[in-house]
């Protein structure tokens, strides 16, 4: 099967979304949203996450998960929120997007459908690169303004950036470059729209041009009986 650029342009699409759904979705799950160092003793590790929080001892981790959902940081709460609704978004697109694409092929699916399908499916990737990136930047944006203030003695250990942040970040931008590929592929197939006015009228084949006046033309009933 020959691969046209649209086709390509929405495979690219298709990858990059995948990858960054996936890189989303370790991201709510990995609980190295913040990691915290303590000064007196270095071989104890903390890291958060939404879910729980762990302590790493000597290559020992043990966690445990939060009580409640109220009593998490507000930062965190709308995080769980947008982060599972990113989950939702980007499968949506996927399968809208897949079965818009050159991949699919069903006769009963017109073009003109399976192109809206996908820019619905780009437009849905892009929504949830947004809803990924802004939970993770707000977490990181808090974790500044802690380390930073100077309310805090400085005695007391500050939390960090946690390697999920980086992969949401990275998932954010993947879903982010997919949604923007997926859209400008189904923007690109406008002009291969095959157009019905441009095949132009056609006349009845017992229809036949006859008379011209006052630069007019009609048409005329075609004899049935009439030889050549």
């Not at 342009?9 to 799950?29: H, K, M, N, P, R």
């Not at 729980?52 to 981790?61: D, L, R, S, T």
């Not at 690169?129 to 974790?143: H, I, K």
């Not at 592929?185 to 132009?200: F, H």
Request: hydrophobic share 45%; charged share 15%.
């Amino acid at each position: 099967m020959a691969w046209s650029f649209h086709g390509k342009a929405q495979l690219g699409g298709l990858l990059l979304s995948l990858f960054g759904w996936v890189c989303s979705c370790v991201t709510t799950i990995l609980p190295q949203w913040k990691t915290l160092n303590l000064e007196l003793n270095e071989m104890e590790t903390w890291i958060m996450g939404l879910w729980e929080v762990c302590v790493n001892q000597e290559e020992v981790a043990v966690c445990k998960a939060f009580e409640s959902f109220l009593s998490l940081p507000q930062e965190l709460q709308v995080s769980r929120i947008l982060m599972v609704a990113s989950h939702g978004l980007g499968l949506l697109g996927l399968l809208l997007s897949g079965c818009g694409s050159e991949c699919f092929q069903f006769h009963r699916i017109r073009w003109v459908f399976k192109r809206r399908l996908c820019l619905l499916g780009g437009t849905l990737e892009t929504s949830a690169s947004a809803t990924t990136l802004f939970p993770v930047s707000w977490v990181a944006y808090a974790t500044i303004q802690d380390f930073w203030d100077n309310s805090i003695p400085e005695i007391v250990p500050r939390w960090e950036f946690g390697d999920a942040l980086y992969l949401g970040w990275a998932a954010g931008v993947f879903l982010a470059l997919g949604g923007l590929l997926l859209i400008f592929s189904a923007c690109l197939g406008k002009e291969d729209v095959p157009s019905l006015q441009m095949a132009g009228p056609r006349a009845s084949p017992f229809c036949a041009p006859a008379n011209e006046s006052n630069d007019s033309f009609y048409l005329t009933p075609r004899p049935r009986n009439l030889f050549i």
